[in-house]
């Protein structure tokens, strides 16, 4: 325990060191990074107030929040909040931590469809459909989701952040009328059971594994939605997916077969394989 009346700069190093002990990485700015966010203000801001006395109250939920970091849980959750493109998000176990690389598909809908009705499949959190109407863009935009848990989720954040979001608790676009949107993205489960739980005990232990893992093969929901998204796609509509780098052929050979075209693999920041985008003709 620390002292009564200790300085916040003293909490924080006392903090850093069992961070460290550990094994987080770059465990000052964790600690920092923690200390900020239960404040409700940026880190820079927390370092100007460092020599400050810290009120037991204060001091207390801080240590219960080190102490879960320490336990293994993930920083989003402790804090209960994450970052996704301009939004804070409300973030627990009821959904996945909201992940940059996921922002980088927003980027991609924008770009490929930037009107129209978009539908986000799996929304969890719902931090594409949330990111996408924060842009203004959209004439609808719907977040499905068939965990009622995550679907409330993303109700909250939705009524925090002031989206127009229609939320569906359903599965994949089976509540979706025929040739009714104008693009389908999702960041679906692409996992299998074995790669489940040889992920880190951060992930793996607190992250709901309904949203990781999928199948034998890790495509049981992505080769499901690629057949549904050519039923509920109109004419020139876009699939767009998030996927595992090391099946991204696999995923762009399902879209070709269902029949989708113009079908491409996009890189991260990081240049691994992690999008997939196909569209559907504007023939049919």
């Known amino acids: 325990m620390t002292e009564a009346g200790a300085s916040v700069d003293a909490l924080v190093r006392a903090a850093t060191r069992q961070l460290a002990a550990a094994g987080v990485p770059d465990p000052s700015r964790e600690a920092w990074r923690l200390w900020a966010d239960l404040q409700g203000e940026l880190p820079g801001a927390s370092l100007l107030t460092r020599d400050r006395a810290a009120s ?147 992930v793996r232990d607190h992250e709901p594994a309904l949203a990781l893992a999928s199948g034998p093969d890790g495509l049981a929901a992505t080769r499901r939605l690629v057949q549904e998204a050519g039923r509920v796609l109109r004419p020139g509509g876009w699939l767009a997916l998030e996927v595992d780098m090391l099946r991204a052929p696999a995923v762009a050979a399902l879209a070709g077969t269902a029949g989708l075209m113009d079908v491409t693999v996009h890189e991260d920041l990081f240049g691994r394989a992690r999008y997939v985008l196909a569209r559907r003709s504007e023939a049919e």
Do not use: M, W
């Open 56 to 202: 037991t109250g204060e001091a207390e939920r801080f240590q219960r929040a080190v102490a879960r970091r320490v336990a293994g849980e993930p920083l989003a959750y402790v804090t209960g909040i994450a970052g996704f493109r301009r939004l804070t998000l409300k973030c627990d176990r009821r959904a996945l931590i909201p992940r940059p690389e996921t922002e980088g598909l927003v980027e991609l809908v924008l770009q490929r469809q930037p009107g129209g009705v978009v539908v986000d499949v799996g929304t969890g959190s719902g931090c594409i459909a949330l990111a996408l109407a924060d842009e203004g863009r959209y004439g609808a935009v719907v977040a499905v989701d068939r965990s009622p848990a995550a679907l409330g989720l993303a109700r909250e954040n939705r009524d925090a952040t002031g989206a127009r979001v229609h939320l569906v608790l359903g599965d994949l676009c089976g509540g979706l009328a025929p040739a009714s949107v104008h693009a389908v993205v999702s960041n679906p489960p692409y996992l299998t059971e074995a790669e489940l739980a040889a992920l880190e005990p951060g």
